[in-house]
């Protein structure tokens, strides 16, 4: 299988790319943005991954079974937290036990 030759200087710009959104990482951190906090540092984290992932792995110039199992790999992620996030939120709607109370008549003669 031939490998395609990407010029040096396209790693060079990923990589001053990476460094950049990094910088921009580190910036957001110090704005206060309110509840978008996290979603500007989750849209930053998507870009570098997208960066390395396309570039630096070489899934940009591989075959569509590749992508195919990248993409199956980012759905099974994303089931993954849906399911975690469900049992997150549905965790209040089951009562909290009562404390232990030294008051409480014995249960047993």
């Known amino acids: 299988m031939s490998q395609p030759i990407v010029p040096q200087k396209t790693y060079v710009m990923v990589f001053l790319g990476l460094i950049g959104l990094t910088i921009l990482t580190t910036g957001v951190a110090f704005i206060d943005l309110g509840p978008f906090n996290t979603v500007a540092a989750l849209a930053i984290a998507f870009s570098k991954m997208l960066l390395?992932?396309?570039?630096?792995?070489?899934?940009?110039?591989?075959?569509?079974?590749?992508?195919?199992?990248?993409?199956?790999?980012?759905?099974?992620?994303?089931?993954?937290?849906?399911?975690?996030?469900?049992?997150?939120r549905t965790r209040s709607w089951t009562p909290a036990p009562d404390s232990w109370s030294s008051s409480a008549p014995p249960t047993h003669p």
Request: net charge positive.
């Open 52 to 88: 390395v992932v396309l570039f630096f792995m070489g899934v940009r110039h591989s075959s569509g079974l590749v992508r195919i199992i990248l993409v199956a790999g980012f759905f099974w992620l994303a089931l993954l937290i849906a399911f975690t996030m469900s049992d997150y």
